[in-house]
């Protein structure tokens, strides 16, 4: 039952995409400035038939209902009610139609958003997008379709991977859809501008605010990924630079880029060429992770169920997407001759812009090059930390500087007056590098660099909120915010990178260890029986000699039955000042366990810097729509 | 229309790029090893762990009847378990010899993992990054794969080698 509502609104849900083509194309030939109340009815029962059958895979995930094939294969009557929701999304096929239902949603928004817009340049969007809606429909209905039913129909499910059994796994893949699947409206809006002609500070206007509110799910979605990865998977690391994370990260550097490049758009009606290449890019960028993740190309954490059909039915519509958006650039490419004065916010605008394509560079050739290399020469090699360690860290220092310099400098031309405050702020930094340097221990050149310059970039910003709330200028706050986040946030993951301690050693029950600052007893060993799972949990004591400040930890060993997997939860004692961090795990028939302690300092800072980013981005688009009330 | 070179690269690049993707989908998944056994096994060069001199290739597999090829490290706890089997394994059967392979570990904690389980390895190689061992198609360990002194593979094991492992291979080699 359910699986044919679902398919007969999925298809009903094509046909809409068809008819709006359709009916877009002839509503362009009336030369008045009102769109057709039509077009308005037809999305609006597009995305009311979507949301419904994205309701019809959640309901059949709460019910249980084996005689969907992806149900059966992804879920289990004894998950948590909370995981089978978010199970819906957890998986191909279920998490594409997640894809398509956002997709839609962003059309109808900008449909109805935009209303100030030109005509033919909202109309052109709207076809644009609703090829892209009717590309992935395609995709659904022929190679991942989630309402594919099953027959004789089972009694129970093959359950949820375990490891996927996580609030913050739960909100991930919505969230980062949001800020990759919300790229489409402006590359719809990139390349509608290109045919209709509707460009400059106008077409800057229309885009703005939707690049700031995929850019801030975007950065939403890859911190809440990262906290997942930290508490779940028991490494003790929160970025592995694993290539699909590094697949999440090209349209973020492409977006973020796009996001400085819009306001001089905006502002002085330059850059309009590389504003629409940049559109372009972030959403090509975003199709080509999902490609690169889902086709199995890539071997990771990541990895979903591949099947080389999908990647082909990919792959071809990346190929047509890429080429048909270039032809059409290049058809309509106006050479215009920028002028930027090299003391202008322009131009560190640009310069961020040279930084973030360089970053995404480096990434791209970080995932593609083995790839290549496996194909052409067989040799398979793997690109990891080192490598991106060693080109992209170094760039962070001056990008750090400009960070702080950048957002004081005004449009057109600008004087440093104030070298003195520059050069005053620099020493600071240094002197405090130094402070730190030596109440904590040594660390290398490049290190002190880093911290030098994040602490510059913190100083700075501190002074010119301070500034700023002087004056009362409000409109500033969001980029200093963000701004001061970043700088906090590659200073706390140097601080954390340096005085991390990390010991591993076997302990058995009754025994306890000395080291450095700790002595840790292995006191109890208990069994627990959780409603999907069994649970053997080790209690430790753990004292901390030089203040002697006692902090009780308990790992646990995992048993899931459906399917049967183990994994290990680490226990993770939060503080202000640092993170303990201690999992365990056992050594079959023996009695010893292999435990793994890790003190990780300004742990929870990470997340927090990284949430002012965030916090920046979103309080310029409610502060937008303030300001145009 | 003029010819603008920038633009044809552009093609080109992508061109090369979306057939090199359209390959590396259809290529076949090196990583499967299941159809291994059986199969001769490619070549390979081994550095030592002890020295950079020091090598094993697919020529020193002749002197011995069988090779036990096995990849460990000291971070692995399947590996100790495994461990008592790989020492039995050399004192009781001439027939085989058995290289080590030392995957993402450092030297000195492959050292006293040794000195502490004892050593049953002709000879130990070094792979501090895992490159070596994907070439065998391992790239999660315990692993072991056994040859014979035709180059070919008899078997492999993945996951540490346990009791009812230690009879199917001393069966084999008898």
């Known amino acids: 039952m359910l699986s044919n509502f679902g398919i007969s609104s999925l298809l009903l849900t094509l ?25 308005y009815k037809l999305s609006l029962f597009q995305i009311t038939l979507t949301i419904l059958s994205l309701i019809t895979l959640v309901v059949a995930y709460i019910n249980s209902d084996f005689s969907l094939t992806n149900v059966y294969e992804n879920s289990h009557t004894a998950k948590p009610l909370f995981y089978k929701i ?38 052109y969007t709207l076809i644009f997008q609703n090829f892209l809606i009717v590309g992935f429909l395609f995709f659904l209905l022929l190679t991942s379709n989630p309402f594919n039913s099953l027959f004789p129909i089972p009694t129970e499910g093959l359950g949820l991977n ?31 501008s290109l045919v209709s002609g509707y460009e400059g500070k106008l077409f800057a206007k229309s885009i703005k605010t939707w690049v700031r509110i995929s850019w801030c799910f975007q950065t939403l979605g890859i911190i809440v990924g990262s906290i997942w990865a930290y508490y779940e998977l028991g490494w003790g690391g929160f970025w592995f630079w694993d290539p699909v994370e590094n697949a999440s990260l090209l349209p973020w ?150 960070m702080a310099i950048g957002p004081q400098s005004k449009w057109i031309k600008h004087r440093h007056t104030n070298l003195y405050k520059f050069l ?127 902090d009780f930890l308990n790992p646990e060993i995992r048993i899931y039955s459906n399917p049967e997997t183990l994994t290990y939860e680490a226990s993770i004692e939060t503080k202000l000042t640092k993170d303990i961090y201690l999992t365990m795990s056992n050594i079959t028939r023996s009695e010893y366990y292999n435990i ?18 965030v916090l920046g981005g979103s309080s310029r688009i409610l502060g937008n729509k303030k300001n145009e009330n | ?19 090199i993707m359209f390959v590396g989908l259809t290529k076949n998944n090196n990583y499967n090893t299941k159809n291994l056994v059986g199969n001769e096994i ?35 706890s399947p590996c100790r378990l495994e461990h008592k089997y790989l020492i039995k394994l050399k004192e009781e059967n001439k027939k085989i010899k058995i290289v080590g392979i030392n995957f993402k570990d450092k030297k000195d904690n492959a050292l006293s993992f040794l000195k502490e389980l004892g050593n049953p390895y002709e000879f130990i190689a070094k792979d501090s990054d895992g490159s070596v061992s994907v070439l065998f198609g391992v790239y999660g360990i315990p692993e072991s794969i056994l040859i014979n002194n035709e180059q070919k593979i008899i078997k492999k094991f993945i996951g540490p080698i346990n009791q009812s492992h230690y009879k199917e291979l001393v069966q084999i080699i008898n």
């Not at chain 1, 990759?180 to 990139?190: D, L, M, N, R």
Request: charged residues 10%; proline residues 3%.
């Open chain 1, 15 to 39: 046909t809409l995409s068809l008819m709006i083509i359709y009916y877009s194309f002839l509503d362009l030939r009336i030369s008045n400035q009102t769109i057709r109340k039509k077009i």
């Open chain 2, 42 to 76: 490619s070549e390979f060069q081994l550095i030592s762990l002890n020295n950079n001199e020091t090598f094993f290739e697919n020529n020193d597999l002749i002197n011995s009847q069988f090779t036990l090829i096995n990849f460990f490290a000291s971070w692995c």
């Open chain 1, 253 to 402: 550097f492409a977006i973020s880029a796009l996001m400085h490049s819009v306001i001089v758009l905006e502002k002085r009606d330059t850059l309009y060429s590389w504003v629409i290449l940049l559109c372009l890019l972030t959403f090509t960028l975003s199709v080509m992770g999902t490609f690169l993740v889902r086709s199995g190309i890539l071997n990771s954490v990541h990895t979903f169920a591949s099947d080389p059909t999908r990647g082909t039915y990919i792959l071809s519509f990346l190929s047509l997407m890429i080429f048909s958006s270039l032809i059409i650039f290049y058809k309509n490419y106006k050479k215009n001759f920028v002028q930027i004065n090299l003391q202008s916010k322009e131009f560190y605008i640009l310069v961020n812009n040279w930084f973030m394509v360089f970053f995404l560079f480096t990434v791209f050739i970080g995932i593609i090059y083995p790839i290549f290399l496996d194909v052409i020469t067989q040799a398979k090699i793997s690109v990891g930390p080192p490598f991106y360690n060693i080109i992209i860290i170094p760039l962070v220092v001056p990008f750090l500087f400009l």
């Open chain 1, 162 to 192: 375990p490891i996927l059994q996580d609030p913050a796994l739960a909100i991930h893949p919505p969230l980062l859809y949001v800020g990759f699947v919300g790229c489409s409206i402006y590359f719809s809006a990139a390349m509608a």
């Open chain 1, 596 to 613: 793994k302690f890790q003190d990780k300092p300004f742990m929870i800072w990470i997340w927090i810097s990284a949430l002012i980013i």
């Open chain 1, 86 to 123: 978010s199970g819906a999304w957890g998986n191909h096929e279920g998490s594409l139609l997640l894809w398509i239902t956002i997709l839609v949603l962003f059309s109808f928004l900008f449909l109805i958003y935009n209303s100030n817009h030109e005509k033919q340049y909202r109309l």
């Open chain 2, 1 to 19: 229309m003029k010819i603008n070179i920038i633009r044809i690269s552009v093609f080109i690049f992508l061109i090369f790029f979306i057939i």
């Open chain 1, 424 to 550: 005053l702020l620099f020493l600071a930094s240094i002197v405090i590098n130094f402070l730190i340097y030596f109440i904590f221990g040594s660390y290398s050149l490049l290190s002190n660099l880093i911290f030098i310059s994040s602490i510059f970039l913190i100083i700075h910003s501190a002074i010119d909120t301070y500034q700023l709330v002087k004056k009362k200028v409000k409109f500033e706050y969001p980029r200093i915010i963000s701004h001061l986040g970043f700088g906090l946030l590659v200073f706390f993951i140097g601080i954390n990178h340096h005085y991390s301690i990390e010991k591993d050693f076997n302990l058995k029950l009754g025994e306890n260890k000395k080291f450095d600052k700790y002595e840790i007893y292995f006191e109890t060993l208990n069994m627990e029986q959780h409603n999907n799972y069994k649970a053997i949990v080790g209690s430790f004591k753990l004292i901390n000699i030089k203040n002697n400040s006692i």
